[in-house]
C-alpha cells in the first residue's frame, strides 16, 4: 500500500507532489487506486500474467510478420541509434532510463508494420505489464540478454530474416514473464 504521508515524509515532497506522482504512476500501470481505501502497487495473478503475456505475444509477433522488407536504411539507422543508446544505459547501470529505451526500441521496431491499430494495441498491453517488466529488469544478467536480443532483431532486419525476426519477438517476452511468476511462487 501506498500512503500519501509516507510518501510526503519519504521524499520531502508537498500533498500536490505525491498526489500527482501516484497518479502518473498509475497512468503508466504501476499503481492501482482502490475508492476508499488507497494506492497500491499493481499487482498480477499468474493467470493474468500469462494471458496478458499470450495476447503480448500474439499481437507483437504479427506486427513483426508485417513488417515490409527491407525496412529504409533511416529507419534501421533510427532504431539502431536508440539501441547504442540502451547499450550505454544498461553499461551504467541506470535501470529507469533502460526501461524507457527498451519502450523506445519497441515502440520504433513495431512501427515498422505501419499499421496504427496495431501498434495502438501492442502499446496498450506493453504498458499492462509495465509493473511486470521493470522486476525483470534489476537483474543485470537480464539487461544483458535484453540488449543481445535487441542486436539480434536488427541483424534479422538487416538480413531480411523474417522468421528469425518474429522468433525473437516471442522468445524476447519470456524472460520477463517468468521473472514476475518465480517472484511470485516465491512469496507463496
Not at 500533498?15 to 504512476?25: G, K, N, Q, T, V
Not at 502499446?123 to 509493473?131: D, M, P, V
Request: hydrophobic letters at 40%.
Amino acid at each position: 500500500r501506498l500512503v500519501e504521508e509516507e510518501l510526503m515524509s519519504r521524499f520531502a515532497v508537498k500533498r500536490h507532489i505525491a498526489r500527482e506522482a501516484l497518479s502518473s504512476m498509475e497512468r503508466m500501470g504501476l499503481v492501482e487506486r482502490r475508492k476508499n481505501i488507497g494506492a497500491f502497487v499493481r499487482s498480477f495473478t499468474a493467470r493474468e500474467v500469462t494471458e496478458l503475456y499470450r495476447l503480448r505475444s500474439l499481437l507483437e509477433t504479427e506486427a513483426a510478420r508485417s513488417i515490409p522488407l527491407p525496412v529504409p536504411t533511416d529507419k534501421l539507422d533510427e532504431l539502431i541509434a536508440t539501441q547504442i543508446r540502451h547499450d550505454d544505459a544498461v553499461e551504467a547501470a541506470d535501470t529507469h532510463l533502460v526501461f524507457r529505451l527498451n519502450l523506445s526500441f519497441h515502440q520504433q521496431l513495431f512501427r515498422l508494420a505501419d499499421n496504427q491499430t496495431l501498434i495502438q494495441a501492442i502499446t496498450e498491453y506493453a504498458r499492462q505489464t509495465h509493473t511486470i517488466r521493470f522486476l525483470s529488469l534489476l537483474s543485470a544478467t537480464y539487461r544483458e540478454q535484453a540488449r543481445a536480443e535487441h542486436w539480434q532483431m536488427i541483424e534479422a532486419l538487416e538480413s531480411q530474416d523474417r522468421d528469425r525476426l518474429v522468433a525473437l519477438c516471442a522468445e524476447h517476452l519470456l524472460p520477463s514473464r517468468d521473472t514476475y511468476l518465480e517472484a511470485q511462487r516465491q512469496r507463496l
